[in-house]
């Protein structure tokens, strides 16, 4: 049975000083950890049981954003708000939220976002339903 359903995202950014300085501060709020930054990129992974799922970032001068969504899991509504402030703080355009979005399932709590190069992320909860 499979274990894993995806193995990383590597996502393309125009201003890699930029990106590098926000998701510095975003993905970690999510669980990531740094583990290298160098002229070629920079990759974040998820701790764990030694499978590579990461987040990768590699700039492209001639890269245009589209309206493709990267959306993050949260445990719980209040790590939603937290994320929610680091986007914040770190330079995010908030597009939406945090709101909970009952037009997708009735439980649904998230917080929809742009990073500096206008790719658009998002960080969810899925309450249980009553």
Not at 2 to 12: A, C, E, G, S, V
Not at 40 to 46: E, I
Not at 52 to 71: L, V
Not at 87 to 94: D, H, N, S
């Amino acid at each position: 049975m499979k274990t894993r359903f995806f193995d990383h995202i590597d996502l393309r950014v125009k201003n890699r000083e930029l990106a590098d300085e926000f998701y510095g501060r975003v993905l970690p709020a999510i669980g990531f950890t740094r583990e290298t930054s160098d002229e070629s990129g920079a990759v974040f992974t998820v701790p764990g049981d030694g499978k590579r799922e990461f987040f990768g970032i590699t700039e492209d001068p001639n890269h245009t954003p589209n309206e493709t969504r990267i959306s993050f899991w949260a445990d719980t509504p209040e790590e939603v708000d937290q994320v929610a402030a680091v986007v914040r703080k770190a330079g995010g355009r908030v597009l939406e939220g945090p709101e909970l979005c009952v037009e997708y399932t009735p439980k649904y709590y998230a917080f929809f976002f742009e990073d500096p190069d206008g790719n658009k992320l998002e960080i969810c909860c899925r309450l249980p339903a009553d």
